[in-house]
């Protein structure tokens, strides 16, 4: 075990039962994949969903059910008449990155340096790039081998709920009731596609699903899938002339007209916005390209979304032989809105995070979550902290004593919202 202090006891007792299942989950591969026919995108993923509806089963967990879409539901039981919350995290991880055989690595007791990861040497985690492994040492340091990603996304969450509820399941005190919930393929953005909320019956959520210590996320991006398909003109090359238009020329023109030094995912933070073109595929006859436009002002989204529009008719206008189609959807809203209008929702979990022994910070997220879908939904989803880092990367990593205070704050607020209108002690 480090060398570290716990930030309260409670994160303390319960830190082993989550590094505990938390190795255990991770071995499971429960990739998701992009462009799949079925739901959940990938069978393997119920792996794990049924791992979950065992655990939940010895836990003894009441309503405990795995859907004919994968998800998994369960209920613990509150003080009568208490409120019903929700808990949420997802069971895939993300197709951007190696997910099969991850063998996890607990670093104990992390001295500072450089951590190298021996199944890929060239794989190492700097403590230089990185301020918040920096300021671990004495923590229990969990990564993978360096060959995949480590699974934190989302395994801390499902691993602290999980030790949360099964620590609650034996303390009499009041509480409320408890509606947890494991959805699967939220990285290939259909979380909560088949997510029925009236069965869920909560009257406010929290994902548990990535950030730092303290952080509670209450604002995400706003999300467009742009796909821009050009269609031009086959002819064989050796008889082509004066007849040819070549669509993967027409999408070369167009993902060079896109703003280059500002408006993209490398030259933006905080709350600036991209178009980010992250798929190209095609041929002469027929190229498209797929991007992703993000930004936290809806109004300011449209813009990019128009930008978009009219530099790929731009493109079109030049070769009159040619065809652009190009198609917006919505991925999801910001949840800014929805959850300023539930001061409670916030409240209870600045005063859980408080209470597990670290002061509440309020941050955004530069992507989307369960909870964006769920709250434009009418479900208030914030986002509450799992302590893993860089996510999507086979150099993620994990601090034990950092998972720990999330599945301690996961249990202060059942109780904090179990006690009536939340007192404050902060
Ligand atoms: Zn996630």
Same mark, same amino acid.
Do not use: C
């Given at each position: ?55 939940? @089963? ?34 895939? @991880? ?17 001295? %500072? ?15 230089? #790039? ?29 691993? #602290? ?8 399941? /034996? ?94 995912? #490398? @030259? ?13 595929? %095609? ?25 978009? $529009? $009219? ?38 979990? #600045? ?15 530069? /992507? %989307? ?54 007192? @404050?002690?902060?």
């Amino acid at each position: 075990m480090g060398s570290a202090p716990f930030p309260s006891p409670l994160a303390a007792r319960l830190s082993d039962d989550v590094l505990q299942r938390f190795l255990r989950y991770v071995r499971i591969d429960t990739q998701a994949q992009e462009d799949s026919a079925t739901y959940p995108s990938t069978a393997k993923q119920l792996d794990l969903s049924r791992l979950l509806v065992g655990e939940l @089963t010895e836990i003894g967990l009441a309503e405990i059910e795995l859907t004919e879409h994968g998800y998994v539901f369960a209920t613990l039981p509150g003080t009568d008449g208490a409120p019903v919350i929700g808990l949420i995290a997802h069971v895939d @991880t993300t197709p951007e990155s190696p997910g099969t055989g991850v063998a996890p690595i607990v670093h104990e007791d992390y001295a %500072g340096g450089v951590i190298t990861l021996p199944g890929d040497p060239s794989q190492v985690i700097d403590p230089a #790039e990185e301020l918040a492994l920096a300021a671990r040492v004495g923590h229990d340091i969990i990564t993978s081998d360096g060959t995949t990603l480590l699974g934190a996304d989302d395994k801390a969450g499902v691993a #602290e709920i999980m030790a949360a509820v099964a620590h609650l399941v /034996g303390t009499p005190e009041p509480r409320a009731t408890v509606r947890v919930a494991f959805t699967v393929d939220e990285e290939v953005g259909r979380g909560t596609d088949h997510f029925d909320l009236e069965k869920f019956g909560a009257e406010a959520a929290y994902t548990l699903d990535g950030s730092g210590l303290g952080e509670l996320e209450i604002e995400t991006f706003s999300a467009f899938q742009v796909k821009v398909t050009f269609r031009g003109r086959g002819a064989h090359p050796g008889s082509a002339k004066g007849k040819l238009v070549n669509s993967v020329k027409l999408a070369a023109e167009f993902v060079a007209s896109l703003p280059q030094g500002s408006l993209s995912p #490398e @030259t933006t933070d905080d709350r600036e916005g991209f178009i980010h073109p992250s798929r190209i595929s %095609g041929g002469v006859e027929e190229a498209t390209v797929v991007l992703i436009v993000r930004d936290h002002d809806d109004a300011l989204l449209e813009d990019h979304a128009e930008l978009v $529009r $009219r530099l790929a008719a731009a493109v079109a206008d030049r070769e009159p032989r040619a065809r652009v189609i190009v198609d917006v959807q919505e991925t999801y809203r910001n949840m800014r809105s929805v959850i300023d209008g539930h001061p409670r929702v916030i409240a209870a979990a #600045e005063e859980a995070i408080r209470r597990a022994g670290v002061e509440p910070v309020r941050s955004l997220i530069r /992507g %989307g979550t369960d909870g964006a879908r769920l709250s434009a939904m009418g479900l208030p989803t914030p986002n509450i902290f799992t302590g893993g880092q860089n996510y999507h990367s086979t150099r993620e990593w994990a601090s034990v004593q950092d998972m720990a205070t999330a599945a301690a704050t996961v249990v202060e607020l059942v109780r904090v919202w179990g006690e009536g209108e939340t007192r @404050t002690t902060g």
